[in-house]
């Protein structure tokens, strides 16, 4: 299968604009021309109507000035009143005294006039056409207690002609009109796509990497669109930031022991002493594992940095963070270090974090606190609960630290003078993590005179809903 083949077919804007906008437009004059001849049959029958009414007139002039139209009505002038350029006309008159006096069909009895002298439009169907009749009834000068209806009809046949020629007429100015508007929304279309192509330049060059595409002159309908892609733009930006950092940090913290690896290991195939020989390979075992630490600190740092946080869940510290001490005391026996927990909360202290993040965090205090507090002191994990905020504190009576450089600590590789070979990384490992959850670190000197490290997480209630309140 080509690559042709095995792309996907993609919808086009355009198309679906054009057609979206088109069909509407062709609905419409549909329905226009509907109406059109809606109103072209309703004034037809008006003017029709009014001259059926014209010619029943007529005829009762004409009879009731010439009586002897009572007793035959001549050939001309039935003719003249059955006469209908476009069709064929239908007449009946009738007498009440002498029945009927002229008719080419049977008019129905329901055309009868309520009163004299008041003319009526009836719809009916007679001999299997559908007529329009007038009618009006009138007392002749010659026998005044008889009454006369005159009715004048004809067929439908007409009117509609005249609707659909009205109509016939028109569909051309409606073709017109849909064509001009289809070629009006089709350029409308092309000039509002254009509106694009500055947005699109930007995109090319990439200028979304360097600046917000925001700041340009986007349409309103495409600042959304506009907007994901800065949101997304930055959320790369923050990923490469965060690899670079990385790989400047890896290589800043490997330089030194790799060179004191080769340092050591040159020593000592230069010199094949056994005391040499011994106290090299002691370095290149220490330097071996001041490696393998920093390695291990700098990708826990590059995964706490990780743009896609992972989302907390519920948990209950009172029962986590004790398993996550237990598992930490045998390291704890080997470093020579009394390490216990303490909690004066009663119930469960419920937070919004993911559990492995909170392992990640715990551990780095732990290991902090085993590492400068030192063989035969001692080291306490407490948790306790003040308005709305849990504090997860790690404290020891080591050397502690100078009150004067707490507020540095959490800076990455900042490391105390005279202190034991550590990476300078695990308690921003730490700052990172609780800034992922609303949380924050804070460091005082311990009540036993060591270092104080305290872990502020908002409590959260049974169902999962964060205290908004707590600081």
Do not use: C
């Amino acid at each position: 299968m080509s690559e042709h083949e095995r792309a996907p077919r993609r919808s086009s804007l355009y198309r679906s604009l054009l057609l979206y906008l088109s069909v509407p437009l062709i609905v419409l004059a549909l329905l226009a021309g509907l109406v059109t001849y809606e109103m072209a049959r309703y004034y037809a029958n008006r003017a029709h109507d009014a001259e059926l009414v014209e010619q029943v007139d007529s005829v009762v002039n004409l009879m009731d000035t010439q009586p002897e139209t009572f007793r035959a009505f001549s050939p001309q002038a039935l003719f003249l009143i059955q006469y209908d350029p476009d069709g064929f006309q239908f007449y009946a008159i009738t007498s009440a005294h002498k029945g009927v006096i002229a008719a080419n069909f049977q008019p129905p009895a329901t055309s009868l006039p309520a009163r004299v002298g008041d003319p009526v439009m009836l719809s009916s169907i007679r001999s299997g056409h559908h007529l329009r009749l007038a009618s009006r009834s009138f007392r002749p000068r010659s026998d005044p207690s008889d009454t006369v209806m005159v009715t004048v009809g004809e067929s439908f046949t007409d009117r509609r002609r005249w609707a659909q020629r009205i109509l016939l007429l028109t569909i051309p100015t409606l073709l017109l009109m849909v064509v001009g508007l289809l070629f009006v929304v089709r350029s409308g279309i092309d000039t509002g796509l254009k509106h694009l192509d500055p947005l699109i330049a930007r995109l090319r060059r990439g200028d979304a990497l360097h600046k917000p595409l925001l700041d340009a002159d986007v349409p309103s309908e495409v600042a959304p669109l506009a907007s994901t892609i800065d949101t997304l733009v930055s959320s790369l930006r923050e990923a490469l930031a965060v690899q670079s950092r990385f790989i400047a940090d890896a290589a800043h913290q490997l330089r030194t022991p790799l060179a004191g690896l080769r340092l050591h290991s040159e020593r000592a195939l230069a010199d094949p002493r056994p005391e040499v020989l011994a106290d090299a390979l002691g370095h290149v075992a220490r330097l071996t594992d001041r490696t393998s630490r920093i390695a291990e600190q700098l990708l826990s740092l590059a995964r706490v940095q990780s743009v896609q946080a992972t989302p907390p869940q519920r948990v209950d510290l009172a029962a986590v963070i004790p398993q996550l001490v237990g598992e930490r005391v045998p390291d704890a026996l080997r470093a020579g270090v009394d390490l216990g927990y303490e909690s004066s909360q009663q119930g469960a202290l419920f937070a919004m974090i993911d559990i492995a993040v909170l392992h990640e965090a715990l551990d780095n205090l732990i290991d902090n606190a085993l590492r400068h507090a030192g063989s035969g002191h001692v080291a306490t994990v407490s948790l306790s609960q003040h308005d709305g905020t849990i504090e997860l504190a790690m404290e020891d009576d080591g050397p502690g630290v100078d009150d004067e450089l707490l507020a540095r600590l959490g800076e990455r590789f900042f490391q105390i003078a005279g202190g034991n070979g550590g990476s300078g990384l695990g308690l921003a490992i730490v700052e990172e993590v609780l800034s992922r959850y609303g949380g924050r670190v804070r460091y005082t000197r311990a009540a036993m005179g060591g270092l104080r490290v305290e872990l502020l997480l908002p409590a959260a209630d049974a169902s999962g809903k964060v205290d908004e309140t707590a600081n």
